[in-house]
């Protein structure tokens, strides 16, 4: 198989390669602002390899801001157009978006209503405690996967397991 078709996006991703790098970079991020009472917004990006994601790079849009002062996670349209254009640059896919809440982690109407992409699929991980709690222990997540027309389902902690595989 080509390394074309290697990275051609499945019609569903069953999986999310994630490592333990990757994992590292994202909870200081996280951690780093949530110490200074602020939620926190990371988009993790990749490439395929047949129906799992495999992630290869964290991006915070603070790299790509001049204005780092919002108090919720959300990103404006040209943080947004800025953070496409790098994926598009590197030949990556935007797989998912995680942003962490200051207590109990859920899907609030902003997340709902403002996410970075509204393909159906899409993933996004919400991080509780401005994520205190090592990353790697996913019982800690809560995953919510786009089913389109502005719907989203949480996924299970059993879904969660089976789609998340940390290496390294």
């Not at 602020?38 to 790079?57: L, N, Q, S």
């Not at 990556?92 to 859920?106: D, R």
């Not at 709902?112 to 991980?125: A, E, K, Q, W």
Request: aromatic content about 14%; glycine content about 4%; hydrophobic content about 40%.
């Amino acid at each position: 198989m080509s390394s074309c078709q290697e990275s051609k996006r499945p019609k569903r991703i069953r999986g999310y390669i994630v490592p333990s790098e990757v994992l590292r970079r994202t909870q200081a991020y996280l951690r780093a602002l949530g110490s200074q009472k602020r939620e926190a917004i990371a988009y993790w990006t990749g490439t395929f390899k047949r129906t799992h994601a495999v992630v290869t790079r964290v991006i915070f849009p603070s790299e790509f801001r001049l204005d780092n002062a919002w108090s919720y996670a959300h990103v404006d349209l040209d943080t947004a157009l800025k953070i496409s254009e790098s994926i598009h640059e590197r030949h990556e896919y935007l797989l998912l978006q995680l942003h962490t809440h200051p207590f109990e982690a859920f899907h609030s109407w902003t997340d709902n209503l403002y996410p970075i992409s509204h393909r159906v699929g899409f993933i996004s991980v919400v991080i509780p405690y401005f994520a205190r709690r090592p990353l790697n222990d996913l019982a800690a997540w809560k995953v919510y996967e786009y089913k389109g027309f502005g719907k989203w389902r949480e996924l299970s902690l059993r879904e969660i397991k089976q789609r998340f595989i940390v290496t390294g």
